[in-house]
């Protein structure tokens, strides 16, 4: 997992903005959502869910977006988003 925090972040930032366009979220707010257990989705469930429930719909640096704070959080989210980034590039 090569790139500063601050490019980690950015990469993060950059493809929810994406998502969000794609799935026409327009508007977010502040808040953390209450999310069901990431288990049922295999080995990276709760990161999943942190990004799919709680990113994509909260303004970024409030809620579960302050979650990237943590360097084990932040490194984690970074690997599932390459990994999504690199599934939508080859499709």
Do not use: H
């Not at 090569?2 to 998502?19: L, N």
């Not at 490194?75 to 990994?83: A, G």
């Amino acid at each position: 997992m090569s790139g500063s925090p601050e490019e980690k972040r950015k990469t993060i930032s950059t493809y929810v903005q994406s998502e969000r366009k794609r799935a026409g979220i327009y508007a977010c707010d502040r808040i953390v959502k209450i999310e069901g257990s990431g288990y049922a989705r295999g080995s990276n469930g709760d990161i999943e869910s942190l990004i799919d429930v709680q990113l994509l719909t909260t303004e970024e640096g409030f809620g579960s977006w302050t979650e990237l704070d943590n360097p084990e959080v932040l490194n984690l989210v970074f690997d599932v988003v390459q990994k999504r980034i690199a599934w939508q590039q080859a499709r």
